[in-house]
C-alpha cells in the first residue's frame, strides 16, 4: 500500500484519512493540520521524509505564479527544504492539468461559465490557469487578490494590468510569513464577512475555498461557486446562504473533495515517478484512467 500525506499548515480540525483502490493500487490519504504552526509542520515533515510514498504541502505553495513567472514563496520554500527523500508537491503541478480543462467542461455539459459574466476570483496568483480560461471564454474577471490577501477594498478587472502590476509587488510579498497572507489554523474556522459588494456583483465565485469562506456574506443567492477542497460541513454552509452551484476541480471522495496538494500527490504515487519527470499531459491522461471529472452540484432547487 503507498501513502500519501498531506502537511497543511491549516486546521487540525478538517484533518482526513482514507484509503482508495485505485488502477490495481491501494493508496492510503491523511491529512495533518498543524494550525498554523510552522514548527510542527517542520517536526511532521522530517519525520515523514523517507517513510511514505509522497508528501504534499498544504495550506502553503512553493511558489506564486504571475503569467509565465514563478516567485518562490519563502515558507513553502523553507519547509519544503526539511525533505530530502520523498517527493514532494504543493498541487501547482496538478492545477495546470484541471484548471485549464475545467471551464471548456462545463460551458459543454451546463452551458456556462458564458461570455460577459462577472467572476470574482480570490486569488490569481494561486489560480493563475483557471483565471486565464475564464478571460478566454469572455467572462469579466474581479480579481481580489488585494482583498482576500491583503485585506485592502481594491478589485482588479484586467488580467494583464494585474499581472504587470504582479511582477513588481510579489517579489516582496513573496518574502512575507505565508500567515499574513493566508487564513490559517483556526482562522479557516471564523467568517468574518467583508466586501460583500463584490461577492453580489459575481455571477460566479471561483479560488480557493478558504479566501471565500473567510469573508462571505449571508447570502449568496443564485451564484456559482468554482473551488476545490470542500468538506460535507462546507457544502452545508453554502447550501444554507443559498449558492446555487458548487464546482471542484476534483472529485468526491468520501463526501469531500481533496484540495490540489492532495490530488497530485495521489497522481504522483500512482505515476510511481518525481514530480519533475512528469507533464501536464501525463497528469490529464491518468485523471481519464481513474474516470476522475471535475465535482458538480446543485445546491438550491430552481437554479
Not at 266 to 275: E, M
Request: with cysteine; aromatic share 8%; hydrophobic share 45%.
Amino acid at each position: 500500500m503507498k501513502r500519501v500525506v498531506s502537511v497543511s499548515l491549516g486546521s487540525s480540525r478538517r484533518d482526513y484519512t482514507g484509503q482508495f483502490d485505485l488502477l490495481g493500487q491501494r493508496i492510503l490519504v491523511q491529512r495533518i493540520g498543524t494550525d498554523g504552526s510552522m514548527a510542527r509542520a517542520v517536526d511532521l515533515l522530517k519525520k515523514l521524509d523517507g517513510q511514505v510514498d509522497v508528501l504534499t504541502l498544504g495550506g502553503v505553495n512553493l511558489y506564486l505564479r504571475v503569467g509565465k513567472y514563478k516567485f518562490p514563496l519563502r515558507d513553502g520554500v523553507k519547509l519544503a527544504g526539511h525533505v530530502k527523500y520523498t517527493p514532494l508537491v504543493d498541487g501547482s503541478g496538478i492545477k495546470e492539468a484541471v484548471e485549464t480543462n475545467l471551464v471548456n467542461f462545463l460551458q459543454v455539459r451546463y452551458g456556462w461559465p458564458r461570455a460577459g459574466q462577472r467572476v470574482l476570483i480570490s486569488s490569481v496568483l494561486d489560480r493563475f490557469p483557471l483565471a486565464a480560461a475564464l478571460q478566454r471564454v469572455g467572462c469579466r474577471l474581479i480579481i481580489g487578490d488585494a482583498m482576500f490577501a491583503l485585506g485592502l477594498p481594491i478589485a482588479f478587472s484586467s488580467l494583464s494590468w494585474f499581472t504587470g502590476l504582479a511582477r513588481i509587488t510579489v517579489p516582496v510579498l513573496a518574502r512575507l510569513p505565508i500567515s499574513w497572507l493566508y487564513p490559517l489554523g483556526d482562522r479557516q474556522e471564523r467568517i468574518k464577512p467583508r466586501f460583500a459588494g463584490w461577492y453580489q456583483k459575481a455571477d460566479i465565485i471561483a479560488g480557493d475555498f478558504h479566501f471565500i469562506r473567510r469573508h462571505m456574506p449571508e447570502n449568496l443567492a443564485g451564484k456559482i461557486i468554482i473551488t476545490s477542497t470542500v468538506t460535507a460541513g462546507d457544502v452545508a454552509e453554502l447550501r444554507k446562504r443559498g449558492a446555487a452551484w458548487l464546482v471542484t476541480t476534483s472529485p468526491d471522495l468520501d463526501g469531500r473533495s481533496l484540495g490540489a496538494n492532495v490530488l497530485e500527490g495521489i497522481c504522483v504515487a500512482l505515476l510511481n515517478s518525481f514530480p519533475g519527470a512528469i507533464t501536464t499531459a501525463d497528469y490529464q491522461k491518468l485523471l481519464d484512467q481513474l474516470g476522475w471529472r471535475p465535482r458538480v452540484e446543485k445546491l438550491s432547487v430552481g437554479s
